[in-house]
């Protein structure tokens, strides 16, 4: 090919690489002001039912339809009940220690799974890890039954153990895969090196790998912590007994049959169910992030 048949189709290049990729002035704003358009609907969309619910736990009436975002006479008097006419302090400390307990064991068995998966070669491995990519694709609810009857047998109906193994277990397809592929971005080489001083595979893991991994425990650990606190059909199906409630079957009892009864009182227990949710989120949120976008990124 000449050099000038050469430069004419480099030009031919140029250009219709220039005229796809440029975007008319006028289109680039509009699609600007669309995306920014989209973003305060779906702002608006989410923080409404909130300011309302708020606003809802300060009315001092108890009926739905009296309910407003800015009550006229906001009073604490639905907090006060909540306390003093229901168990809702037990039922706080119940839904505490099974998220503590669940976020616990689920970052051990995660990041142990993760690691296995990662960093050793065996027999089975990819079957297993295609096998788990396969468990979280159905959906929760056709295995009620079967964990029903199996904790039925084990003795661990209306127990909060039972409810935090299957909690835990749950959880170990996605956040394998998660943890795994955020274990993929640590080089094999600080594992060579450990290895060369006489460290452990154990001392390596705990050594190593978990400072490593502090965005992506974060994450997993504050999900799993989240998980329990209103999670109503599963806690409803294998809770029986009125003192091993949760918060989510206790306050929907405060509704039950009575929907425009106790609606602000179920509002003020929302609230305080969120508020040291939202307060980890916030602290936590950079480590979050980055835990997420780098295991999927994996």
Not at 28 to 53: G, H, K, N, R
Not at 91 to 99: D, E
Not at 177 to 183: A, C, N, T
Not at 241 to 259: E, H, M, P, Q, V
């Given at each position: 090919?000449?050099?000038?048949?050469?430069?004419?189709?480099?030009?031919?290049?140029?250009?219709?690489?220039?005229?796809?990729?440029?975007?008319?002035?006028?289109?680039?704003?509009?699609?600007?002001?669309?995306?920014?358009?989209?973003?305060?609907?779906?702002?608006?969309?989410?923080?409404?039912?909130?300011?309302?619910?708020?606003?809802?736990?300060?009315?001092?009436?108890?009926?739905?339809?009296?309910?407003?975002?800015?009550?006229?006479?906001?009073?604490?008097?639905?907090?006060?009940?909540?306390?003093?006419?229901?168990?809702?302090?037990?039922?706080?400390?119940?839904?505490?220690?099974?998220?503590?307990?669940?976020?616990i064991l689920s970052v051990v068995l995660t990041t142990m799974t993760g690691y296995i998966f990662?960093?050793?070669?065996?027999?089975?491995?990819?079957?297993?890890?295609?096998?788990?990519?396969?468990?979280?694709?159905?959906?929760?609810?056709?295995?009620?039954?079967?964990?029903?009857?199996?904790?039925?047998?084990?003795?661990?109906?209306?127990?909060?153990?039972?409810?935090?193994?299957?909690?835990?277990?749950?959880?170990?397809?996605?956040?394998?895969?998660?943890?795994?592929?955020?274990?993929?971005?640590?080089?094999?080489?600080?594992?060579?090196?450990?290895?060369?001083?006489?460290?452990?595979?154990?001392?390596?893991?705990?050594?190593?790998?978990?400072?490593?991994?502090?965005?992506?425990?974060?994450?997993?650990?504050?999900?799993?912590?989240?998980?329990?606190?209103?999670?109503?059909?599963?806690?409803?199906?294998?809770?029986?007994?009125?003192?091993?409630?949760?918060?989510?079957?206790g306050l929907f009892d405060l509704i039950a049959g009575n929907t425009n009864n106790n609606f602000t009182m179920f509002a003020a227990g929302a609230v305080l169910v969120a508020v040291p949710i939202?307060?980890?989120?916030?602290?936590?949120?950079?480590?979050?992030?980055?835990?997420?976008?780098?295991?999927?990124?994996?």
């Amino acid at each position: 090919m000449s050099n000038a048949a050469y430069t004419s189709r480099q030009i031919i290049i140029e250009t219709n690489r220039r005229s796809a990729t440029s975007i008319p002035k006028g289109i680039d704003v509009l699609i600007t002001v669309l995306i920014y358009a989209l973003l305060i609907l779906i702002a608006i969309l989410v923080i409404i039912p909130l300011i309302w619910i708020i606003g809802s736990s300060f009315n001092p009436s108890s009926s739905l339809l009296s309910a407003t975002a800015i009550p006229k006479n906001p009073t604490l008097m639905h907090y006060k009940r909540l306390f003093t006419e229901t168990k809702f302090l037990q039922w706080y400390w119940n839904t505490l220690k099974i998220a503590i307990a669940n976020m616990i064991l689920s970052v051990v068995l995660t990041t142990m799974t993760g690691y296995i998966f990662s960093r050793f070669k065996f027999r089975g491995k990819k079957i297993a890890l295609l096998s788990i990519l396969v468990l979280q694709m159905f959906p929760s609810f056709m295995g009620m039954i079967a964990i029903y009857m199996l904790l039925w047998q084990l003795q661990l109906l209306d127990n909060h153990l039972g409810l935090i193994l299957v909690y835990a277990a749950g959880q170990i397809p996605y956040n394998t895969w998660l943890v795994k592929g955020y274990m993929a971005s640590i080089p094999k080489s600080f594992d060579e090196a450990a290895k060369l001083d006489g460290a452990s595979n154990m001392t390596i893991f705990t050594k190593i790998i978990l400072p490593l991994m502090k965005p992506i425990i974060t994450f997993v650990a504050l999900t799993q912590f989240m998980a329990p606190w209103m999670d109503f059909i599963f806690p409803r199906l294998i809770l029986s007994s009125n003192s091993k409630k949760t918060l989510a079957i206790g306050l929907f009892d405060l509704i039950a049959g009575n929907t425009n009864n106790n609606f602000t009182m179920f509002a003020a227990g929302a609230v305080l169910v969120a508020v040291p949710i939202t307060i980890l989120y916030v602290a936590l949120q950079r480590y979050l992030l980055e835990g997420l976008i780098a295991g999927a990124n994996k």
